[in-house]
């Protein structure tokens, strides 16, 4: 099946820094979505993004499908930005009929 | 509009004993999975559903699990008998129809098992 590797596994930063979250797999997608899980366990919805680049306020993401990687940007961060950011994919290829995750990059933000 | 609901959100049992969950998807989502998430892992599909229909079932553990979407909205995951190593956190999700994998897929809160 497809395989999901993401970096940073663990990323400490000071509130108002910038960072850059990487997600790369192995195969072809028709879906790529950025998720973030808060302490409580909620995955949130950041972006579906299987091509091209999107923004939503201080947070944006890039995919690249030709060169099978996607790029989480988080601007001017924030403590509540803390938390499990995941990569997921959904291998076109005829893979798991579901969405395929990486391991997720644990965020921390300190005031 | 409201998001994808579960039920109970934590449960402790006893191992041997059974346990269901329960979840109902975004009105109007005709696909409906369930995940399992352990502890520093990312989420891994169990099952999924294209209304009423089991369309890929072949990560579920048989053996133990169950699942069922009976008229094509709520769903329920049976475990009996449950063992330590099912403490988990079980995800649903769901999506409009799945041609393709392309659409967004929207998840619940989960609900957190121990197995003691």
């Known amino acids: 099946g497809i395989q999901v590797e993401q970096s940073p596994p663990d990323l400490i930063l000071q509130e108002g820094a910038n960072s850059t979250l990487r997600c790369n797999f192995s195969?072809?997608?028709?879906?790529l979505q950025w998720f973030h899980q808060n302490p409580w366990g909620q995955l949130i919805n950041l972006f579906y993004i299987p091509s091209g680049t999107k923004q939503n306020g201080r947070l944006s993401a890039t995919t690249v499908a030709t060169e099978r990687y996607s790029l989480l940007y988080i601007s001017s961060s924030q403590t509540t930005d803390s938390g499990v950011y995941f990569c997921?994919?959904?291998?076109?290829?005829?893979?798991?009929?579901?969405?395929?995750f990486g391991k997720g990059t644990h965020l921390i933000i300190q005031p | 509009e409201a998001g994808v609901v579960q039920s109970p959100r934590y449960k402790i049992i006893e191992k041997k004993q059974p346990v269901a969950f329960w979840c109902n998807p975004i009105?109007?989502?005709?696909?409906l999975y369930w995940y399992r998430q352990n502890l520093g892992q990312g989420p891994e599909l169990l099952i999924r559903?294209?209304?009423?229909?089991?369309v890929d079932d072949s990560q579920l553990p048989k053996d133990r699990f169950s699942a069922e979407r009976l008229k094509g909205v709520d769903s329920t995951l049976k475990i009996q008998p449950a063992e330590l190593g099912d403490s988990a956190v079980y995800l649903c999700?769901?999506?409009?129809?799945?041609w393709g994998g392309g659409h967004e897929q929207f998840f619940g809160p989960g609900t957190r098992l121990t197995v003691l």
């Open positions: 009105s109007g989502h005709n696909t």
């Open positions: 999700a769901s999506s409009l129809r799945s």
């Open positions: 195969d072809s997608v028709n879906n």
């Open positions: 559903y294209e209304n009423e229909e089991a």
């Open positions: 997921a994919v959904y291998d076109s290829g005829g893979g798991a009929d579901g969405l395929t």
